[in-house]
């Protein structure tokens, strides 16, 4: 079974310091992950994934995350968090020895940056 | 640049209609999914589709149903509608052929049933 998990609810910064927002997953086998972004009342919006390679991702927004496989996380992170930065986080992962194509999503992080 | 829409952002049933939640999208996609998103429990996979005609069951597809009768099109229905379903619906879609191809997401129907 695949899984992910986002173990903070919320996630509460001040305007300039760096955030991070974790997520650690468990999969079968070498996992895909992903992290969108939800503006309130909007859909999902792509900021990076991981596939395989270097194990520092660079995304949307000045977003990175980095996969670390001992540890089985895939945390995002922001050198210098903005207001506008504000926003539900999700985590998601896919183990491709499974079948199907959809992802697991984690429950969510919410973050706040405040000025 | 990948463009979903969803038929409505907004909508408001009385438990029993049948309901009708539309997704198109632009780029060609093979596979197009419907979730659901309530607080507290991320995005749930409700049914997917891999081509025209094609589906497959979520995690949660009881009450629903889908159609794919066109490529760009993916429909969700609520057969009976019931309070337990108020919720956020999200469509996305994706190319095939690779299981780590994006999956890119439409603004969503929050769909109130009374």
């Known amino acids: 079974a695949q899984s992910v998990a986002q173990p903070e609810d919320q996630v509460n910064v001040a305007e300039g310091n760096p955030l991070t927002v974790k997520c650690t997953y468990s999969v079968s086998g070498n996992p895909y992950l992903f992290w969108y972004v939800q503006y309130p009342n909007r859909g999902l919006q792509f900021l990076l994934k991981?596939?395989?390679?270097?194990?520092l991702v660079k995304g949307s927004y000045g977003f990175e995350a980095e996969f670390n496989k001992s540890q089985t996380s895939f945390h995002l992170k922001k050198p210098s968090a903005l207001v506008s930065d504000s926003a539900l986080y999700f985590c998601?992962?896919?183990?491709?020895?499974?079948?199907?194509?959809?992802?697991?999503f984690g429950k969510g992080t919410s973050l706040l940056v405040t000025p | 640049d990948v463009k979903v829409t969803q038929s409505s952002r907004y909508l408001v049933k009385r438990t029993g209609e049948k309901v009708f939640l539309e997704c198109v999208q632009d780029?060609?996609?093979?596979?197009m999914f419907w979730y659901r998103q309530d607080p507290g429990l991320g995005l749930r996979l409700i049914y997917f589709?891999?081509?025209?005609?094609?589906?497959e069951k979520g995690d949660i597809p009881e009450g629903y149903s889908v159609s794919r009768e066109k490529k760009e099109r993916f429909s969700l229905i609520l057969e009976s509608a019931s309070t337990n379903q108020t919720s956020m619906y999200l469509c996305?879609?994706?190319?095939?052929?690779?299981?780590?191809?994006?999956?890119?997401f439409g603004p969503g129907t929050r769909l109130t049933v009374l």
């Open positions: 998601a992962v896919r183990d491709p020895s499974n079948s199907g194509y959809a992802l697991n």
């Open positions: 780029m060609d996609h093979e596979n």
């Open positions: 996305a879609s994706s190319m095939s052929g690779g299981y780590s191809n994006t999956q890119y």
């Open positions: 991981y596939i395989t390679g270097d194990n």
């Open positions: 589709s891999y081509d025209v005609k094609m589906k």
